[in-house]
């Protein structure tokens, strides 16, 4: 159907572009044959790129209102637009529908108000046990380099006391020595 529709506004394009002798049946010269492309330069602007072809209609908005006015009437107003008239329920239906909306923003607003409350309130808390956890973090690691440097303290003082321990280890080779010549000369 769609096809058949192409070829007949084809051939009232070619009717147009050819005059009357394409309308009495008469064969035009190869030259002056209405083809697909020159009917509708007739009717707007042809644009070819390769095999792509544009086409852009002349006085497209009239084009439009005539689609869409009822067949047998004349468009109103030859160049400018009608305004219809305007229903009341219509705009009843209107109101009603953007106090509905209006409602719904409302609530939306509430809700994502009290979602950001609560993530504040979570965000802070989270600030909250971080900082509690670095306080607590550096009075342990306080605490450790204290603990550390008294540890340090306590095995100078250590290695202090034990500086006699060699010399004494020595004595007490020195006797046990003694103690064994004396052993063999008992025996």
Partial sequence: EG????ERSLEALSLAGGGEAAAAGRQLPEGRRATL???????????????????VA??????????????????AGG????IPAIDPGALQDVVALAGQVAAQVDELLRNVHCGLQALTALSVGCIQTYRDGVESLGEAADLSIRAMYALVARCEELDRAMQPVPALAKRIRDMKGTLERLEGLCK
Avoid at 37 to 55: D, H, I, K
């Fill in 37 to 55: 492309a020159s009917a509708l330069e007739l009717e707007g602007t042809v644009l070819r790129e390769g095999r792509l072809t544009q086409f």
């Fill in 79 to 82: 160049g400018g637009s009608s």
């Fill in 3 to 6: 096809r058949g529709r192409d």
């Fill in 58 to 75: 002349n006085n497209l908005e009239r084009r439009i209102r005539l689609s869409g006015a009822p067949r047998g009437e004349p468009p």
